[in-house]
């Protein structure tokens, strides 16, 4: 199963934030299992990196982020991506609407957030942390 993890999911887990960081740490370690591969995007990696600055300092948060980025693929974010988010009116959060597409263009299966009502528009499936591993395991 493709999941693509926005920078919600990456910030709990970076910063053990309550009561979400069992859920989205427990998402995050579905990387490492051979029936799941775990997708973000790099403006979703700059979100959890500017959150885990302010509390934990650049250098400790530049290895958690090179950690995280060794087990997740990295999906980048081309110009058409971008003109899609700006082009879809049904749109109205910029950074949902970009890591949407992100998702879209990795192919996943679901989109795991902790905000799930920020992807109102979305066309695949969007559930938080708790929901998928309820529905999953």
């Known amino acids: 199963m493709k999941i ?5 999911i990456l910030t709990s887990t970076l910063l053990k934030e309550y009561p979400h960081f069992p859920y989205a740490s427990r ?3 579905l990387a490492g299992t051979p029936q799941h591969q775990l997708f973000t995007s790099p403006l979703s990696l700059v979100a959890a990196c500017r ?3 302010e509390k934990c300092g650049a250098m ?6 090179a950690a995280l980025a ?3 693929s990295v999906v980048p974010i081309p110009v058409e991506s971008v003109m899609l988010c700006i082009q879809n009116k049904d ?3 910029f950074e949902a609407g970009i890591e949407y597409y992100s998702a879209l ?4 299966d679901c989109i795991v957030t902790n905000e799930e009502r920020r992807y109102y528009f979305a066309g695949i499936p969007v559930k938080s942390p708790e ?3 309820l529905d999953y395991f």
């Open 105 to 108: 263009q990795a192919g996943v």
């Open 51 to 53: 959150a885990s600055e």
């Open 91 to 93: 749109i109205a959060n």
């Open 131 to 133: 929901r998928f591993l």
């Open 60 to 65: 400790k948060t530049k290895s958690k982020i």
């Open 27 to 29: 998402i995050l370690s």
């Open 70 to 72: 060794s087990r997740i």
């Open 4 to 8: 693509f993890v926005d920078g919600h």
